[in-house]
């Protein structure tokens, strides 16, 4: 595995121009809205941020079409859906993305229970062939591992990568107003050759607008 990761990787950096650009995302609304619902819900059917922040990558893709496909004979090739890749840590080390496939159609409680039954069946050895083989764009989210920041490399021939940092409660200004709000650190990482820092500019612009409107997902 490692293997094909390094062969992936180093085939990334060598052809990709990547770009990258990162905002910081107040979570205030989204978390206020999640623990609203939460309260209505089963302990094991909880909203957790991980999941807020899938739904809204999803439908934002859906929006920004530019950014969901490959790179293929030097042409960008839309894909047929909004698969998202999510990067899964194994066990015994090495790292997956299988895909939520139509992640744009999800609810929000529909994402979250693929996403924990792709990483069940990633971490027992259970995946399907084609929930490796076709995700149109990837999420990785290292929030669990303290990291604040995740600057990614494109998984060829995909033509994005969406990196997630943990959520911290930070001063943030309001309305000329000073108090401590949990953000978190969004990071695109695309491919130079399909889109431009305008186009990924206006996605990160619409992922952060999501969230300010959780209900909205």
Known sequence: M?????????????????YYLTTTVDLSAALAWMRERNADLPISARLVPAALLLRATAVATARHPALNGFWVDETFRPGGGVHLGLAISL?????????????????????LAAMRDLVVRARAGRLR????????????????????????????????????????????????????RPVTTLTLAADHRATDGF????????????????EEL
Not at 2 to 18: C, F, G, N, V
Not at 141 to 155: D, K, T
Not at 199 to 214: E, F, K, S, V
Request: no cysteine; net charge negative; aromatic share 4%.
């Open 129 to 180: 062939g084609s929930e490796m083989a076709d995700p149109t764009l990837t999420v990785t989210n290292l929030g669990e591992q303290g990291v604040e920041s995740v600057y990614g490399v494109i998984y060829p021939p995909q033509v994005a990568l969406v990196g997630f940092g943990r959520v911290v409660e930070r001063p943030w200004s309001v309305d000329g107003l000073l108090g401590v």
């Open 199 to 214: 186009t990924g500019g206006r996605y990160l612009a619409t992922i952060d607008d999501l969230l300010q409107h959780p």
């Open 91 to 111: 066990r015994r080390g090495g790292l997956v993305a299988p895909a939520i496939h139509d992640a744009d159609r999800l609810s929000v409680i529909e994402t």
């Open 2 to 18: 490692r293997e094909t990761i390094a062969r992936l990787m180093a085939r990334s950096k060598r052809e990709i121009p990547h």
